[in-house]
């Protein structure tokens, strides 16, 4: 019964996919089968994931992770209302949130119910439900470049929400933070343009907003600033993310080697997403918005073990105040997603480059090996 609807969903993500990457990238052609193939396997895999997490949440070091998470939020939060001088600016009331279907029904919306003030409990606001927080191996788009600076803040003048990003990795087989790991984040901006690539309507090669690569620390911690992501043709908002494990720090700020342990794509509430494309300039994208549901990637979270959607709290009572987002994410760090995390550009010390050998949909989507 369970494969069965399992099957029913993934065939209704696939003809999503299918359609929102014909829009996306007209001309292309996709084997159905393989597809269907591909999406199953990532099924199959979250679930042994989801497996072998479920066992980490109990443990006593696991509760005192938690409790050292609780308080970095609440102190980077504090940070950040500090440095745009919003201590006396109550947090935003709850909005009124529409009916989200599946995780959508959860609302990631953290500043809650009533104003919060010093008394509030950390656990309130920054607490996430361990069972809820693994996100699997994902897709990883035609927009990864390879190489890209180790910095935390990443905005480079990009205009838009500004959003500090907290994100916390952690073995799914041995319950501990990963440390140290690489991480890569990446998004397009307020109008939908990716950074470093040289595809029409992009940023172009010598460009490299809205990307960074930091290690995490000895809690599988990273921190971002960046802005909140725009979108483009055939897919809902995301931000992505991609991890090297044994990857070595370089001189020059940068990285090489290691295997790609995890990649996937945060999402966002619908709410949050209406909210901030109503403002400037978001707003001046003209490209039709694709909804979370109508996304083909977002179909991962079929499975009851994935919720993609990140935890969010505005820090004042404007969304041009800014934005904490933070997510806990599973990794196994055995895993080698190398097949998925091929790179359409490079940054080397020249500037931007081309990957001559990049077919995002050959590689995504090998065809059937003979016999
Ligand atoms: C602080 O917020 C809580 C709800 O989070 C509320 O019950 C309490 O009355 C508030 N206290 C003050 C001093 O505003
Ligand atoms: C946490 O997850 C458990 C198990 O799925 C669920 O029963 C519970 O309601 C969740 N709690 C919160 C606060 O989301
Ligand atoms: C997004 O990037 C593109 C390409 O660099 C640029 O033309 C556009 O103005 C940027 N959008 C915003 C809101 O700055
Ligand atoms: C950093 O150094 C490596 C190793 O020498 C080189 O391959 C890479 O192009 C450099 N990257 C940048 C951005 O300077």
């Not at 990443?154 to 073995?171: S, T």
């Not at 073990?305 to 935890?311: E, I, L, Q, S, V």
Request: negative net charge.
């Amino acid at each position: 019964m369970a494969s069965v609807s399992r099957l029913l969903a993934v065939a209704a993500i696939c003809v999503s996919l299918l359609s929102s990457f014909s829009t996306a990238h007209p001309g292309e052609h996709h084997d159905k089968i393989e597809i269907l193939k591909e999406m199953r396997e990532r099924g199959i895999e979250a679930a042994k994931q989801q497996e072998s997490w479920s066992k980490c949440s109990n443990s006593e070091e696991s509760q005192a992770r938690q409790e050292r998470a609780l308080q970095r939020r609440a102190a980077i939060v504090q940070q950040l209302r500090e440095e745009r001088g919003l201590t006396d600016t109550p947090f935003i009331t709850r909005r009124n949130m529409a009916q989200f279907k599946q995780w959508e029904t959860k609302s990631h919306d953290k500043t809650t119910g009533s104003r919060l003030n010093s008394t509030t409990p950390e656990a309130t606001v920054f607490g996430t439900n361990l069972s809820c927080i693994l996100a699997p191996d994902n897709a990883n788009g035609p927009y990864y470049v390879l190489g890209e600076h180790i910095r935390s803040n990443v905005v480079e003048g990009q205009v838009g929400v500004p959003m500090h990003l907290e994100l916390q990795f952690i073995d799914v087989t041995t319950c501990k933070p990963l440390q140290p790991l690489v991480v890569d984040i990446w998004s397009c901006n307020a109008t939908g343009a990716y950074s470093g690539v040289s595809a029409a309507g992009e940023g172009g090669l010598q460009t490299t907003f809205l990307r960074g690569v930091q290690q995490t620390d000895s809690d599988g911690v990273v921190q971002f600033d960046t802005i909140f992501p725009g979108h483009y043709s055939g897919r809902a908002t995301h931000e992505h993310i991609l991890t090297h494990t044994g990857a070595t720090i370089l001189p020059n700020g940068t990285f090489s080697g290691g295997h790609i342990s995890h990649l996937s794509q945060l999402f966002f509430d619908t709410a949050l997403i209406n909210a901030v494309e109503a403002t400037a300039p978001y707003n001046t994208n003209k490209i039709p918005h694709t909804t979370n549901d109508a996304d083909g990637f977002t179909g991962y979270s079929a499975t009851a073990a994935y919720d993609p959607f990140p935890n969010y709290i505005m820090l004042g009572n404007k969304l041009s105040h800014g934005l904490f987002v933070w997510a806990e994410l599973g990794v196994q760090p055995t895993n080698d997603q190398g097949v998925y995390g091929t790179n359409a550009a490079y940054l080397a010390a020249d500037g931007g480059h081309d990957n001559p050998g990049f077919n995002f949909f050959a590689i995504a989507f090998p065809p059937p090996t003979a016999g």
